[in-house]
């Protein structure tokens, strides 16, 4: 008797307990009303709550409209719908649609979710089914189409954007990220593509490229537990974005761009490195991107390249820093400070690049070097030492610790 009691009293202990976190779930929990006119009932997003914003998942809207969602979690890009429709990346203030590109409030992750705020989801589904997009705040409805007239006659909401506060990306600190296993060397140019001509008209940029890359190929491969890859091996034309989807592709740890330097007096001399920046550190700087990024322009595909500037910023100084020394030390050649420019392969590489103008070819001392087999080797073991060395320190590092 004294046990069913007690039973009794646990079973109405537990029911209370019950309720009241029924009740508090009720209270905590709001949703969105998400409502595609076209397509039957409405459907409900719970809110995502992130430094007091409020934020939609974006998976559920997208599946409820039947558009495909794709999310990698490596490099932040998020494509919607068929043929890559609309391109975001994590936590930047832009997104891609077709040609087109639109400021949003920054997608972002809360608890494993893809999360939207309210504006946005609205701008991003206005602009993608070519449809007006109703958003009540208050009332939290967002709907497709022509919204119930008791709801027309409420007025809609449009709040001012919420601040952009740019939030800086820094990859994951894991230890497969922080390895140097594949190197990618891209010589410059190629076939049709002879790059800058030679002092006197007879020696093209694509010959002297080709030829230092396949000697640092040659060194590189001699080191056990690397992984040496080149975006051409002859004379033949490839397009930068093949080269860089060739990197990519083969997961690179590092890219390595390898070009000639040219200047119209032929009177300019020594090397430049080049690390990717959405803004060229001299008018000159500009000039040389705009050269070998062969009418490549300024693709909207560059604030991708953001999130890459400041995720590999760091490394590709670095690299660049390492090289540079040794082939002031190595060549005696004069070597301006590091140069930041909008290369077209430096802004499409997920790994750590930098694009090294080796020498002038429009000088004609240079030119010669540039031809001379014994100069080339010179130079390709100072830039495969620098790899090296640039190896060794990045996974040296705390993080790999
Ligand atoms: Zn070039």
Known sequence: MRISKFIFGLIIIALFIASGSCLLAQTQSKYYKFWDQSNGLPIQLPELKRDDHVYLPLIPIMTNLKKSVSWNYKTG?????ANNLVQMILLQPTLLLGTDSLSIDPICQINGQLAITPLSARLLLESLLSQNVYLNLKLQQLIIGNPPSELKQNSLLTPP????????FSAPKSNKLYQVKT????PGHGGIDSGAIGYDGRYFEKQATLAIALKVVAILRKHPGLQVLMTRTGDYYVSLQQRCQFANEHNGDVFVAIHCNSDSDGIAYGTETYIYSS??????????ANYENQGNGR???????????EAYRGRSFLLAEKIDYLIHKRLKLYVRRIQQAPFYVLAHVNMPSILIETAFISNPHEEKEL??????????????DGILEYRKIVEQTVENK
């Open 371 to 384: 031809e001379d087999p014994v100069w080339q080797e010179r130079m390709a073991e100072a830039i495969a």
């Open 299 to 309: 693709f909207l595909s560059y604030i991708k390249a953001d999130l890459r500037e």
């Open 161 to 168: 954007l919420a601040s952009r506060t740019r939030i800086i």
């Open 279 to 288: 803004h060229a550190s001299s008018a000159r700087a500009l000039r040389e």
């Open 77 to 81: 890009e998020v494509i919607l719908g």
């Open 183 to 186: 190197i990618i060397i891209d």
